[in-house]
C-alpha cells in the first residue's frame, strides 16, 4: 500500500499516511478521521500495481479492516464492498480504492488496521483457508457520530467549573468559542474582558501550520491539496491592542515565559556595539528597536492551557533607556501572537476530547470543532507602565535597568 487517506469529504483528499501526515516533521503515524454526514467511515487506499497485478485481479479482493482485541488476537471484519469504488490510474502504476467500514466497533478509541483478503467463496467471511494482507503500518482511529456528541457534551459541561471559576478567562473563553463554530457569544465577554467583534474569515497563509492530528484539517501541500476546512477558509478571532482596556494580551504580556523572552533578547543586544556606543552617551535617552523571536511557550496557567506554542508574528520590542545608560523607561511591543485553535489526539482529558469534536466537524456538527486561529495584539502596550491597563498592577518591566531585567536570567 501506497498511501491510506479520509474519505470523510469526498471532494476533500487529506490525512495520508504514512507520508505528509499533515506538516513536514510530524511524527504521527496514524490516521485520523471524522465519519461522513451518513455517519459512515469512507476510507480510501492507494495501492501500488507491479507489473503482474492488474486494476482487474485487485477488484477481485474484498477489503475490510481489523482490531486486536483484549487478549491480544486480530479480530477481522469484511467492510461493505457493495459500495467500494475501484479506479486504475492512467498509467496503471497504482489502484485507488474507496470503500465503508462496517458498523462494528463504533468507538474512536479503538485502533483499525486495513486489509485486503481473497474472499474465494464470497461468504462475506473471512476463512482459515483465505489470504489475508494486512496494512499493520496504516493504523487509524474514526471518530462516529456518538463519539462527537459524547465529546461536546462532556465538554461544554466541564469547561465552566473547570476553567472560568478557577480564572483561567482566556481558555474559557477559547473552549466555548470553539464549541460555538469559531464565534465569540456575547454572553462570554466577561468582567474585564474586552474582544473584537466575533470572527473575521481568513484564508490560512500556510497549510504548515496545523500542527496536530486534528482530522481532515491535515492536508498534503506538496500534491497540491491546500486546507479546505471548510472552503479554503479559517475563522479569526483578533484580540486587539487597544493600549489602556486589553485584559487578554495582558495576561500574556505578565507572564513569566514571556518576560523571560524578552529580558533574554534585551540582554542580548546590550553587547552590540552600536548599543554600547549609544548608551556611553548621557546626555540624552536612547530608543532601540529589535525583533523578538519567532515563537513563545507558556509552560504554565492560563496562558498554557489557551496558548501553549505561539507563534510571534513581526513582533519587536522597542525599548527607551534613560540618559543615565541604565534606566529602562518604557519596552512597546509591535507585532502579534498567534495560535491555530487545534488539538492533540495523543494528549489526555479535555485536549484529547476536543480532538474527537474538532475530527468530527463538519460532517458529524455544524458548529463544535471548527478550526480557528486567536490572533492577540500587542501593539502599543507598554511592558514597563506603571499601572497595566486591566488595573491589576505594575507592567514586568516598571522600575527595570538594563543590569537588572525581570525573570533573568
Same mark, same amino acid.
Given at each position: 500500500?501506497?498511501?491510506?487517506?479520509?474519505?470523510?469529504?469526498?471532494?476533500?483528499?487529506?490525512?495520508?499516511?504514512? %507520508?505528509?501526515?499533515?506538516?513536514?516533521?510530524?511524527?504521527?503515524?496514524?490516521?485520523?478521521?471524522?465519519? %461522513?454526514?451518513?455517519?459512515?467511515?469512507?476510507?480510501?487506499?492507494?495501492?501500488?500495481?507491479?507489473?503482474?497485478?492488474?486494476?482487474?485481479?485487485?477488484?477481485?479482493?474484498?477489503?475490510?479492516?481489523?482490531?486486536?482485541?483484549?487478549?491480544?488476537?486480530?479480530?477481522?471484519?469484511?467492510?461493505?464492498?457493495?459500495?467500494?469504488?475501484?479506479? &486504475?490510474?492512467?498509467?496503471?502504476?497504482?489502484? /485507488?480504492?474507496?470503500?465503508?467500514?462496517?458498523?462494528?466497533?463504533?468507538?474512536?478509541?479503538?485502533?483499525?488496521?486495513?486489509?485486503?483478503?481473497?474472499?474465494?467463496?464470497?461468504?462475506?467471511?473471512? *476463512?482459515?483457508?483465505?489470504?489475508?494482507?494486512?496494512?499493520?503500518?496504516?493504523?487509524?482511529?474514526?471518530?462516529?457520530?456518538?463519539?462527537?456528541?459524547? &465529546?461536546?457534551?462532556?465538554?461544554?459541561?466541564?469547561?465552566?467549573?473547570?476553567?472560568?471559576?478557577?480564572?483561567?478567562?482566556?481558555?474559557?473563553?477559547?473552549?466555548?468559542?470553539?464549541?460555538?463554530?469559531?464565534?465569540?457569544?456575547?454572553?462570554?465577554?466577561?468582567?474585564? @474582558?474586552?474582544?473584537?467583534?466575533?470572527?473575521? *474569515?481568513?484564508?490560512?497563509?500556510?497549510?504548515?501550520?496545523?500542527?496536530?492530528?486534528?482530522?481532515?484539517?491535515?492536508?498534503?501541500?506538496?500534491?497540491?491539496? $491546500?486546507?479546505?476546512?471548510?472552503?479554503?477558509?479559517?475563522?479569526?478571532?483578533?484580540?486587539?491592542?487597544?493600549?489602556? /482596556?486589553?485584559?487578554?494580551?495582558?495576561?500574556?504580556?505578565?507572564?513569566? *515565559? #514571556?518576560?523571560?523572552?524578552?529580558?533574554?533578547?534585551?540582554?542580548?543586544?546590550?553587547?552590540?556595539?552600536?548599543?554600547?556606543?549609544?548608551?556611553?552617551?548621557?546626555?540624552?535617552?536612547?530608543?532601540?528597536?529589535? &525583533?523578538?523571536?519567532?515563537?513563545?511557550?507558556?509552560?504554565?496557567?492560563?496562558?498554557?492551557?489557551?496558548?501553549?506554542?505561539?507563534?510571534?508574528?513581526?513582533? @519587536?520590542?522597542?525599548?527607551?533607556?534613560?540618559?543615565?545608560?541604565?534606566?529602562?523607561?518604557?519596552?512597546?511591543?509591535?507585532? $502579534?501572537?498567534?495560535?491555530? $485553535?487545534?488539538?492533540?489526539? *495523543?494528549?489526555?482529558?479535555?485536549?484529547?476530547?476536543?480532538?474527537?469534536?474538532?475530527?468530527?466537524?463538519?460532517?458529524?456538527?455544524?458548529?463544535?470543532? &471548527?478550526?480557528?486561529?486567536?490572533?492577540? %495584539?500587542?501593539?502599543?502596550?507598554?511592558?514597563?507602565?506603571?499601572?497595566?491597563?486591566?488595573?491589576?498592577?505594575?507592567?514586568? #518591566?516598571?522600575?527595570?535597568?538594563?543590569?537588572?531585567?525581570?525573570?533573568?536570567?
Amino acid at each position: 500500500m501506497l498511501y491510506l487517506y479520509s474519505g470523510q469529504l469526498p471532494t476533500i483528499s487529506a490525512n495520508f499516511i504514512p %507520508n505528509n501526515n499533515g506538516d513536514q516533521g510530524s511524527k504521527k503515524n496514524y490516521l485520523l478521521l471524522g465519519a %461522513n454526514s451518513a455517519n459512515k467511515a469512507a476510507v480510501v487506499a492507494m495501492i501500488g500495481l507491479n507489473g503482474q497485478t492488474t486494476p482487474a485481479m485487485v477488484q477481485t479482493l474484498s477489503v475490510g479492516h481489523y482490531y486486536v482485541d483484549s487478549n491480544g488476537n486480530n479480530q477481522y471484519v469484511v467492510d461493505d464492498n457493495s459500495q467500494a469504488n475501484f479506479q &486504475a490510474s492512467v498509467d496503471g502504476a497504482y489502484c /485507488t480504492i474507496q470503500w465503508v467500514m462496517a458498523d462494528t466497533q463504533n468507538n474512536c478509541e479503538v485502533t483499525k488496521y486495513p486489509m485486503l483478503f481473497d474472499d474465494k467463496n464470497k461468504n462475506g467471511v473471512v *476463512d482459515p483457508n483465505e489470504t489475508v494482507i494486512p496494512f499493520a503500518n496504516f493504523p487509524f482511529h474514526t471518530v462516529w457520530q456518538a463519539d462527537y456528541d459524547s &465529546a461536546v457534551s462532556s465538554l461544554s459541561r466541564d469547561i465552566s467549573g473547570a476553567y472560568y471559576v478557577a480564572g483561567y478567562y482566556l481558555t474559557y473563553s477559547l473552549f466555548t468559542t470553539f464549541l460555538s463554530g469559531g464565534q465569540v457569544p456575547a454572553s462570554d465577554i466577561t468582567a474585564g @474582558t474586552y474582544l473584537s467583534p466575533p470572527g473575521v *474569515d481568513t484564508i490560512l497563509p500556510n497549510a504548515f501550520r496545523l500542527s496536530h492530528n486534528v482530522g481532515i484539517v491535515w492536508t498534503v501541500p506538496t500534491m497540491n491539496y $491546500y486546507q479546505n476546512f471548510p472552503s479554503g477558509k479559517i475563522n479569526r478571532w483578533i484580540i486587539p491592542a487597544t493600549g489602556d /482596556t486589553n485584559f487578554y494580551s495582558w495576561k500574556a504580556l505578565r507572564h513569566p *515565559d #514571556f518576560v523571560k523572552m524578552v529580558s533574554k533578547e534585551i540582554a542580548g543586544h546590550q553587547k552590540d556595539p552600536s548599543v554600547v556606543a549609544a548608551l556611553a552617551d548621557k546626555t540624552k535617552t536612547h530608543t532601540f528597536t529589535w &525583533a523578538l523571536p519567532i515563537a513563545v511557550t507558556f509552560a504554565s496557567g492560563d496562558m498554557y492551557y489557551a496558548v501553549n506554542n505561539g507563534t510571534l508574528v513581526n513582533m @519587536t520590542a522597542t525599548v527607551t533607556v534613560a540618559n543615565d545608560g541604565n534606566t529602562i523607561q518604557n519596552v512597546v511591543l509591535g507585532g $502579534y501572537m498567534e495560535d491555530l $485553535y487545534d488539538f492533540d489526539f *495523543d494528549q489526555g482529558g479535555r485536549i484529547h476530547t476536543a480532538t474527537i469534536i474538532q475530527a468530527g466537524y463538519p460532517t458529524l456538527g455544524s458548529k463544535a470543532g &471548527a478550526v480557528f486561529m486567536m490572533q492577540m %495584539n500587542f501593539g502599543k502596550l507598554d511592558m514597563a507602565t506603571p499601572n497595566g491597563p486591566d488595573g491589576n498592577g505594575a507592567g514586568p #518591566f516598571n522600575g527595570a535597568t538594563l543590569n537588572k531585567l525581570p525573570n533573568y536570567p
